[in-house]
Each structure stands twice: as structure tokens, then as C-alpha cells.
């Protein structure tokens, strides 16, 4: 195979050239769909899902069919608890984001105790604990919106704070250097590797398996948290079911990537390509005024293709 049809084939490539491709069809359905301002914007909206997506990357490539499905509940908690302890005034952003990353870690943290050591499948675990964030939210907000965002937060996440682009595309960045630099120059991202490839062998060589995953599932926590507070600087106040919209997408936007489902390889650049990919599919189907439970559809459809393509692979490599 030649170097051109290998680069060609490579995921993030594939992505790319899908991105361009898409705001090519949004130009032609709407004419500036592909603006300047335009694309600045499904970059900050692309943000959102790409932070949430760090988390799920990380669980998935940590293999034993890794999923986590609570990253909704928990980015809905932390905006809501992030709107209460600011009410609108810069003084309680610091308390706001320890005590949601501390949410998110411990929502992560019993996640990783309920897969590893109960053994309980991720995905019924997971599932079961977005069950139980979604009664919490429920008892806490009963209905009624509160709570409301920092002028500061609403800044950061909306205004330019340098070059022109605003704080959250200048966060996603850094989380994405953090996590290139975790998973390529740590000995906890070779163990991750290690994990999803491999759990037995890493086990025998010492990896502390475990440990390992349950440290995982707490970063997704942690990462769907941080989603979570930026979403309230973005809509201003908080909304109990703000966090569903990122469940399904956030998996997709990792497979997208070329991290399979297996896990054991695959990145995060990958990811965040994913990710602007599919809410710049996102835009085109609300410009064709597609519904939500349409776009639901095409991002299920769209799983479902990409478990065909990688059940196909996990057949030839087995």
C-alpha cells in the first residue's frame, strides 16, 4: 500500500476531509454556512462535545468494552450545581469548579469501584448511574430552572480572550496538548494502552489494572464536569436536561476518531476531529429543519454503522 493511500486512510484525514466536505453542503443548502463567524461557532459548540468526548476517549481505550453513559447526567449535575454556588456573581466560580470536579470524580470514581471491583459491564453500570443522576436531578431542580452563570464564565466562554477566539476553544486546545502529552509521554497513558490491549498480559506485567480503570472512569467524570460549567457560561443558566444531547454523540465522535470500541489504540486528536465533524452534521440537519428526534436518528444510524465497520475489523484481527 502506497504512503498516500495509507495517509489517505487514516481516520483523522478522513475526518478532515468530511468537515470540508460538509461545510461545502451547508454552503450550497445556506449561503455563509461556512463563514468565518460562522465556523467560529460550531468550533465553540464543537468545544462542548470535544471536552466530554476527552473522557470518553480515555474509558474506551481502556478497553473491556468500555463505555460510559453517565457523562450526560453528570455534565447536567455540574451545571446545575456550578449555577447555584455562582447566582450570578464571579465570587463563586472557584467554589462552583471544585465542587463539580468533585462531583464528577466521585460519580466517576463509584462508576470505576462498580465495573472493577463488583465487575459489573460498563455499559449496565454506567447506565444504571445515569439512571440515578438523572432521579437526583429531578429532587434537586423539581421542574424549575436556577441558578445562574458568572458574568467572568459567560466571558471566557463566549468572547474573544486572545487571537480572536474565545476561552473555551483556547481550553479545548490545552486539553487536547494535556491529553496528547498523557497518553504519548506518561507511563499512565502506556498503561492505558497496555489495559485495552491486553488486560491479562498487563496484569501479569505488573500494570495495576485496576487502578488504572477506575482512574479512567474518574477523568470521564471529571472531564463531562468541566463540559458541564462551560455550558453554563455558554447558555447563561441551567437546564436539568442540558447534558443529554452529549451522551451518544460523545461515543461517536471517539469512533469517528479511530479509537475502536475494543480500545487498546487510538488518540484523542482523532476525537476532537470527530467531534466538530458531527456537530458541523449537526447544523446542517437543523438548517434543513430536522427535528431532534431526526438528528437522534442520524447519530444512531451512525453508531450503528461504525459497530458494523468495527465488528467487521475486531473479526479479521481475531
Known amino acids: 500500500m502506497s504512503p498516500v493511500v495509507t495517509f489517505l486512510k487514516h481516520p483523522l484525514v478522513i475526518a478532515l476531509i468530511l468537515i470540508v466536505l460538509l ?51 453528570v455534565v447536567s449535575l455540574s451545571a ?25 470524580a466521585l460519580f466517576g470514581l ?15 453500570m454506567t447506565l444504571g448511574m445515569l439512571g440515578v443522576l438523572q432521579g437526583l436531578l429531578v429532587v434537586i431542580r423539581q ?12 466571558q471566557f466562554v463566549t468572547q474573544p480572550v486572545l487571537l480572536g477566539l474565545p476561552g473555551i476553544i483556547w481550553l479545548w486546545i490545552a486539553i487536547g496538548l494535556v491529553m496528547a502529552f498523557i497518553l504519548n509521554r506518561t507511563v499512565f497513558g502506556y498503561r492505558i494502552y497496555a489495559v485495552g490491549s491486553n488486560e491479562q498480559a498487563a496484569f501479569m506485567a505488573g500494570v495495576p489494572v ?49 479509537t475502536p470500541l475494543a480500545g487498546g489504540k487510538g488518540g484523542y486528536t482523532g476525537t476532537m476531529a470527530g467531534a466538530v465533524l458531527l456537530i458541523v452534521l449537526q447544523s446542517i440537519l437543523t438548517t434543513v429543519n430536522i427535528d431532534e428526534s431526526g438528528r437522534q436518528m442520524v447519530f444512531g444510524a451512525t453508531l450503528l ?5 468495527y465488528g467487521r475489523g475486531r473479526a479479521m484481527r481475531a
Open 110 to 124: 463509584i462508576n470505576g469501584l462498580g465495573v472493577t471491583l463488583l465487575r459489573i459491564p460498563p455499559l449496565v
Open 305 to 309: 454503522l461504525l459497530m458494523l465497520f
Open 80 to 104: 446545575i450545581i456550578a449555577g447555584n454556588l455562582m447566582s450570578g456573581a464571579d465570587s463563586g466560580i472557584v467554589p462552583a469548579i471544585i465542587a463539580c470536579i468533585a462531583t464528577g
Open 210 to 258: 485496576k487502578m488504572v480503570r477506575i482512574a479512567l472512569f474518574m477523568l470521564s467524570g471529571v472531564f463531562a464536569a468541566i463540559a458541564g460549567i462551560c455550558l453554563l457560561g455558554y447558555s447563561g443558566s441551567s437546564f436539568s436536561n442540558v447534558g443529554e444531547q452529549y451522551m451518544l454523540p460523545s461515543i461517536i465522535a471517539v469512533v469517528f476518531g479511530g
Open 143 to 154: 421542574g424549575i430552572p436556577s441558578g445562574r452563570a458568572a458574568p467572568a464564565l459567560s
Open 23 to 73: 461545510l461545502m453542503l451547508g454552503e450550497a443548502l445556506s449561503p455563509g454556512f461556512a463563514s468565518g463567524q460562522q465556523i467560529l461557532r460550531l468550533l465553540i459548540v464543537a468545544a462542548f462535545l470535544g471536552i466530554v468526548a476527552a473522557g470518553q476517549n480515555l474509558v474506551i481505550l481502556g478497553g473491556r468494552e468500555g463505555i460510559d453513559l453517565s457523562v450526560g447526567g
